[in-house]
């Protein structure tokens, strides 16, 4: 494979297009067991769904609209997960969400990559009653990297962040890049106590500067609604 290189605006307009999939309804991201997962191990069984419900609805407590709840959610992965640089690099990273929300609400230090903020994200929104998924693609960093110059192969998955539905429309929530707080490679633990909003309801534009879409994780749930919920979100969207 050759390397490929896009303007801003190509990455934009293939973002646009695969987020408007009509095949990528919201009644099919709400199931709480995390089934794209499954396959790989990773479905959370009765109990641990029920201890993700506990968290989420104390997360969210308070919040008026499913903006307010999303921004909770993402303040408290954000807040509470170093990027771990040492699993980045060599692998080993934990990313099962129930075992990150615990850890967290145990008061041990937590770190994860970005499957696992984007999972812990995922199954804490599903929990709040909002449709989630998590994208899939390429990122750069700014401004050492750029879309004319970057001579990695686009069609490579490297990262993973969220889409919320929130108000009829998906909205993006990269929990991983709005993190301060890092494990570094040297296995330092480094907490700063602040959290970016760079990656919370970023718009297309600022988005595509960074993040280019290659597709979403998609759950293996029946296609038609099955609970109340999901057939209210359906007639929603």
Not at 121 to 134: F, M
Not at 152 to 167: I, M, P, Q
Not at 192 to 214: C, G, K, Q, V
Request: with cysteine; proline share 4%; hydrophobic share 30%.
């Amino acid at each position: 494979q050759q390397a490929c290189f896009f303007p801003h605006s190509m990455v934009m307009d293939q973002n646009a297009i695969l987020k408007s999939e009509a095949n990528f309804k919201p009644k099919r991201y709400l199931d709480k067991t995390g089934a794209e997962y499954k396959e790989t191990g990773y479905g959370l069984s009765k109990s641990q769904v029920e201890y993700m419900q506990t968290i989420s609805d104390w997360l969210t407590k308070g919040a008026k609209t499913d903006r307010e709840k999303m921004l909770k959610i993402h303040n408290w992965v954000a807040a509470n997960i170093y990027y771990d640089d040492f699993a980045h690099k060599y692998g080993r990273a934990k990313t099962n969400p129930y075992y990150l929300a615990k850890s967290i609400a145990d008061g041990y230090a937590t770190k994860s990559v970005c499957n696992g903020y984007s999972s812990l994200v995922l199954i804490l929104a599903r929990c709040a009653k909002i449709p989630c998924r998590q994208g899939k693609g390429h990122a750069i960093y700014l401004p050492q990297q750029s879309w004319e110059s970057e001579g990695k192969v686009l069609s490579e998955v490297d990262h993973f962040w969220n889409e919320a539905y929130v108000d009829g429309r998906w909205m993006t929530i990269d929990a991983t890049r709005d993190t301060s707080s890092k494990y570094t490679e040297d296995g330092e633990w480094l907490k700063y106590d602040f959290i970016r909003y760079n990656y919370f309801d970023p718009s297309d534009e600022s988005l595509a500067a960074t993040h280019l879409t290659i597709g979403y994780k998609d759950p293996i749930i029946p296609t038609e609604p099955t609970t109340t919920t999901e057939k209210a979100v359906e007639k929603k969207s």
